[in-house]
């Protein structure tokens, strides 16, 4: 179905339109006779239901099929011009569509409206109750469905030109944090879980959280920004409205279903026509930023209830409402400039070894010429298509509207992905938009390869490279600074008094653990001694809010560690010095001997005598406790018990004599140890989240370590 408008709303979008081209003669927004034509933008909606039954249902491990229509699919439109300069941007109701589809339709669509191929901009919202229009796992695509689906979203990019007009644009955003979560939890090292090919390997998947005593915490940040980009015309009637949000599908939908995203654009259309004083028809849109990782039930509640029973109906009002009031407070403008940009990036995939290939072709030669049943057969035959397929190609592309920017990937990007593209863009208002230009399954950034899960998994869904991440978003980074003929902002906490005070207060290092990426932990003091991270930590988590360390628009950020340490060398440290850290301990303190070790000095491998390694104590004694142990001599342990998931403020002196450790703000230390020697000067590396020997390591997060010379 193309939305045509009816003819008496047409006769009155003519007057306005009319009107409207009145206005931008007389005021200069548009330059007819000198060449230069102003910014103007239009907007369609089309039907891509499916129409030939049953067919199959991307969205899930194995395959499965509809036979009817619960909500339909559409793909929605906009089309930009300014000058000689055309885009189009189509949002489609579509798991996943591969890029070879995706050229096929751009071709399609640019013969027939002059629009260049590389300034067509289609992604999917990633419904998993959408025909299958891409393989993926166990369901194969539907090839008459993807012959439409060509035919279709041509024809919305045709109708959306067709109803170019002079238009404004403008930026919104809002927190709509309670509608989504982490769902990406890191499990206990004794609670690992087996992949596919009989590996123990899984330190974190997803819904994990849900039973609190297999998890050490979350293995990211969520991105909370609700960002829109709106379009109306010169009299003020809206256009257009291009949403975003960091959240999976909904799920529990019937298949054929466009999930909340289709809810949400219908929703929002009506709210907005009822606005529009004259009539003009509205589009509303709803794209998909970095979600891999999220979901919207909140697994730190105790009882995690907040979206458990929410209808999706509900859910969908309370995102309409959210939008609603983030426009109240949007500006729009004409503006400067309009642009885009795309760079198709070669990526190898990561093909199994000749085991693990003879082991799947055993497994494909019996399932014969059926498709897979079990999680087995899925991933033994992708291991086939990646080894046939070897390497590929994926696209990138970015817009520039003004101070707007949108940049994209073609892949299930997780929310610290976007994150890094939004935090660092040179334009101060940029929307990233995932499952654009192809759909080439997850893609985590290389330290979440580390902790496994079925998003890391070989296959067609997950199977680029593992450095695929880091090169995608610098890839999207360039493009828009080409855009913006502006660099980068290198991203940074802003240094807050209490910040402040860690660096200048006789600092001979401070981490602030606020690192985006690995494996560089930056030394924010002036001496810059940065550290390394070793495999097993992950960055940008929700940081401590116990100390003024960070402003409202930037909160504080740390580093979880989950089998990897940080080590820096800063040199040999004097007589007498002063360690302050932030601890978070993900680990139930009855689940081994010792629960982990968080600070220690020494030399890779070894405890040499006379340095100190701070930790918590668990089921050998002292179960949840402070703990010091000097070398390898007997631990002394502190009284108070920390609870699990709780910041807490730790401040080790020491000095020629002794050794006092403070937790929080008590006046009175937890361990008060005497020493008896100095420590070796070749002692001289820092170790955080983890002893230096190796054994027991930290499950949780640190912040804030700083190290200062005691005069």
Same mark, same amino acid.
């Given at each position: ?32 006779? *000198?060449?230069?034509? %102003? ?64 050229? /096929? ?6 013969? +027939? ?37 060509? @035919? ?40 690992? =879980?087996?992949?596919?090919? %009989? ?20 293995? *990211? ?57 004259? =009539? ?11 979600? =891999?990782?999220?979901?919207?039930? /909140? ?21 309409? /409402? ?53 999680? $087995? ?26 101070? @707007? ?33 192809? *759909? /080439? %399954? ?26 695929? $991440? ?5 890839? =999207? ?15 940074? @906490? ?74 820096? +060398? ?56 402070? @703990? ?84």
């Amino acid at each position: 179905m193309v939305v045509y408008i009816p003819p008496a709303m047409f006769v009155r979008c003519f007057v306005v339109r009319c009107f409207a081209l009145v206005l931008t003669v007389l005021f200069g927004l548009e330059k007819v006779g *000198g060449g230069e034509l %102003g910014f103007r933008a239009g907007s369609a909606i089309v039907d891509v239901s499916p129409t030939v039954f049953p067919i199959a249902v991307n969205g899930g491990m194995t395959s499965q099929t509809a036979d009817q229509i619960h909500s339909p699919l559409q793909a929605r439109a906009i089309v930009l011009e300014k000058g000689d300069e055309k885009l189009a941007i189509v949002v489609v109701d579509s798991c996943m569509m591969s890029r070879v589809l995706l050229d /096929d339709i751009k071709a399609m669509a640019s013969s +027939r409206t002059g629009i260049a191929a590389d300034h067509m901009l289609i992604s999917a919202t990633h419904t998993h109750s959408a025909a299958a229009s891409m393989s993926c796992l166990g369901t194969d695509a539907d090839s008459i469905y993807q012959s439409y689906l060509r @035919i279709k979203v041509t024809e919305a990019i045709e109708v959306a030109q067709s109803n170019l007009e002079p238009a404004t644009v403008g930026w919104g955003s809002i927190d709509a944090s309670n509608y989504m979560a982490i769902r990406r939890w890191i499990r206990r090292p004794d609670r690992m =879980g087996d992949d596919p090919f %009989g590996n123990r390997t899984v330190r974190a998947n997803m819904h994990a959280g849900r039973i609190w005593d297999d998890v050490t915490g979350t293995s *990211g940040p969520e991105d909370p920004e609700l960002s829109l980009i709106g379009f109306k015309t010169i009299a003020g009637e809206t256009i257009a409205v291009l949403g975003n949000l960091s959240m999976h599908y909904f799920s529990g939908v019937q298949p054929i279903s466009a999930d909340y995203f289709g809810l949400y654009c219908d929703a929002l259309q009506q709210k907005l026509m009822e606005q529009n004083v004259q =009539g003009h028809p509205v589009v509303g849109i709803m794209s998909h930023v970095c979600s =891999g990782d999220v979901w919207r039930m /909140d697994y730190t509640k105790q009882t995690p209830v907040a979206f458990e029973t929410i209808s999706i109906d509900k859910y969908t009002e309370g995102l309409v /409402d959210l939008t609603m009031e983030a426009m109240e407070s949007m500006e729009f403008s004409h503006p400067e400039s309009l642009g885009m940009k795309e760079t198709r990036l070669p990526l190898k995939y990561r093909i199994p070894n000749a085991q693990l290939l003879q082991w799947s072709q055993q497994i494909v030669d019996r399932m014969g010429a059926r498709l897979p049943s079990t999680t $087995e057969e899925v991933y033994a035959r992708e291991q086939i298509y990646l080894h046939e397929a070897q390497e590929t190609e994926v696209v990138i592309q970015a817009i520039q509207m003004g101070q @707007i920017g949108i940049v994209t990937t073609p892949t299930e990007t997780y929310a610290l992905s976007g994150m890094k593209l939004k935090y660092q863009s040179p334009l101060p208002h940029t929307m990233v938009i995932e499952l654009a230009g192809g *759909g /080439d %399954g997850y893609i985590p950034p290389p330290e979440q390869h580390v902790l496994g899960g079925y998003n890391t998994w070989p296959a067609r869904s997950a199977g680029l490279e593992t450095t695929a $991440e880091p090169k995608i978003i610098e890839a =999207g980074m360039v493009l828009l600074e080409t855009l913006a003929d502006a660099p980068r902002v290198p991203y940074g @906490i802003p240094q807050t008094p209490d910040a402040v005070r860690e660096c200048c207060n006789n600092a001979l290092a401070y981490w602030r653990f606020d690192d985006l990426q690995g494996p560089r932990a930056r030394d924010s003091s002036p001496h810059c001694h940065d550290g390394i991270y070793e495999p097993g930590v992950v960055f940008f988590l929700e940081g401590t809010k116990a100390s003024d360390f960070s402003k409202p628009a930037f909160p504080n950020r740390a580093a979880h560690f989950a089998g990897g340490r940080m080590q820096a +060398r800063i040199g040999v440290l004097p007589d007498n010095y002063e360690l302050s850290l932030w601890i978070w301990n993900g680990m139930p303190s009855d689940a081994r001997e010792i629960t982990g070790w968080f600070y220690s000095r020494g030399t890779d491998y070894g405890r040499p005598v006379n340095t100190e390694q701070l930790g918590m104590g668990g089921t050998a004694g002292h179960a949840g406790k402070l @703990i010091l142990q000097l070398g390898n001599d007997e631990l002394v342990a502190g009284v108070t018990e920390i609870e699990r998931w709780s910041w807490n403020h730790i401040r080790m002196v020491r000095t020629q004599e002794s050794i006092k450790v403070f937790l929080n703000d008590a006046a009175a230390p937890e361990i008060d140890c005497v020493l008896r020697g100095a420590a070796p000067g070749w002692a001289d590396v820092l170790f955080f989240g983890g002893s230096s020997d190796g054994k027991f390591l930290w499950e949780g997060r640190l912040d804030e370590a700083s190290i200062m010379s005691i005069d």
